[in-house]
């Protein structure tokens, strides 16, 4: 390959909360016991290197010696709607339609004041994202879970007669929907996304759709944009997307909407700005722009193959070596939503003895209740496949198959 996916970072120490999380005062993550290194696989961040253009357009700005206010650069929009172009197909989308946003989950926080009133209730599929979760909640808004259900095949599926029922007794106007989804790692057929806008349509339902995931679709998985659809769609929707997930840089913090309806753009930048604090960085902004260059669609593609790849063997490791543990193999995002429900009925334990024997021996994963999975685990796979193979040999040694 061309780019490095196998280099394994040191990054303790150095701004990362995967690693220096683990064991600091106060954290809910154990250190491991002695003689194990972290392996970090919970929080949705990649241990790869970042790509060199994104450093290499920041550094080139670091150098000019004025740091004061500035105007958002065309090559900035330019490179966003070059970029929905070339990976999703998407035609007329102009610099008008898009919008900063500091973070996805803060967008929501604003989509929600412009759509909902305090109190009101929200369709969200469940498993649910927990930042969802949270945003909803700290802002008052109350959750209605439609449950999201495996087929023949164990494939993630709406449920959408439950849907509909939940959106007619609740009274509800307003989904979240997330896609690829969060935490299963679905990624929605064109009828299923074209289904779902129908259904929203004819109950009157907006949709804030979190679309933050989808460059990071699996080799062979397409993402639909959910304004695609339909013009209805187009209309109805409130789009988020970022870099920060697909390049890996949440710590510089940078978001972006996209609104095709004037009202609601609108109302967005109007409610975005009421805080003062809603605005675009200059390095961010040149990271993005860095991102988006032609080497981001190579390092991308790149990426695509080394993360199939680590779902792939995950995957078939799981269904060899770990009898009672069950996965429904993702389509997208570089996540594994683990369900332990069978093993800890087999060995009379629950999922937080699971959690925690793995916490022992380094590798650090994320309980999946918080996620509304009872008996489930999420875990990160964007390292490079040595770590990967280390972290699943200790699961085997010593927690699913210790002796």
Same mark, same amino acid.
């Given at each position: ?127 649910? $994202? ?62 299923? &996304? ?12 907006? &949709? ?51 609104? $095709? ?143």
């Amino acid at each position: 390959m061309k780019y490095d996916f196998t280099s394994i970072l040191d990054r303790r120490g150095k701004d990362a909360i995967a690693v220096d999380a683990v064991g600091a005062p106060g954290s809910s993550f154990p250190a491991p016991r002695e003689g194990f290194d972290v392996i970090p696989m919970w929080v949705a961040d990649m241990n790869f290197p970042a790509l060199h253009t994104i450093q290499e357009a920041m550094i080139e700005r670091a150098k000019l010696p004025t740091f004061g206010y500035f105007s958002t650069r065309t090559e900035y929009y330019d490179s966003i709607i070059r970029w929905h172009e070339t990976r999703n197909g998407v035609t007329g989308l102009t610099a008008a339609n898009i919008g900063y946003e500091n973070g996805v989950l803060g967008g929501v926080a604003t989509a929600m004041r412009v759509l909902c009133s305090q109190g009101d209730k929200v369709l969200l599929h469940s498993p649910t $994202y927990v930042g969802f979760t949270g945003v909803l909640k700290n802002n008052g808004y109350d959750i209605v879970h439609s449950a999201l259900v495996q087929d023949e095949n164990g494939v993630w599926r709406m449920d959408f007669e439950d849907m509909e029922k939940k959106i007619v007794e609740n009274k509800i106007h307003t989904a979240i929907f997330c896609s690829p989804h969060n935490p299963t790692g679905r990624v929605w057929e064109k009828w299923e &996304v074209e289904k779902a806008m129908e259904l929203y349509k004819k109950h009157d339902v907006m &949709v804030i759709s979190d679309e933050i995931w989808s460059d990071l679709t699996l080799v062979g998985q397409k993402h639909t944009p959910t304004q695609s659809v339909s013009e209805d769609a187009k209309k109805r929707t409130i789009a988020f997307y970022a870099p920060s997930k697909t390049f890996n840089l949440a710590g510089l913090i940078g978001s972006y909407h996209i609104i $095709y309806n004037k009202l609601l753009k609108d109302r967005m930048d109007k409610e975005s700005s009421l805080s003062h604090y809603n605005s675009l960085n200059v390095m961010s902004m040149y990271a993005l722009i860095g991102a988006y260059k032609d080497e981001g669609y190579e390092w991308l593609d790149e990426l695509r193959e080394v993360i199939t790849g680590n779902i792939d063997w995950a995957c078939k490791y799981i269904e060899e070596h770990f009898e009672g543990v069950e996965i429904s193999k993702p389509q997208g995002t570089y996540m594994l939503f683990i369900d332990c429900g069978k093993w800890c009925a087999a060995h009379g334990k629950d999922v937080g003895d699971v959690l925690k024997a793995g916490w022992d021996v380094g590798v650090v994963w994320q309980d999946g209740r918080a996620f509304h999975g009872k008996t489930h685990i999420r875990m990160n796979l964007a390292l490079p496949l040595s770590r990967v193979q280390e972290a699943f040999e200790r699961l085997d040694k010593y927690v699913f198959n210790a002796e």
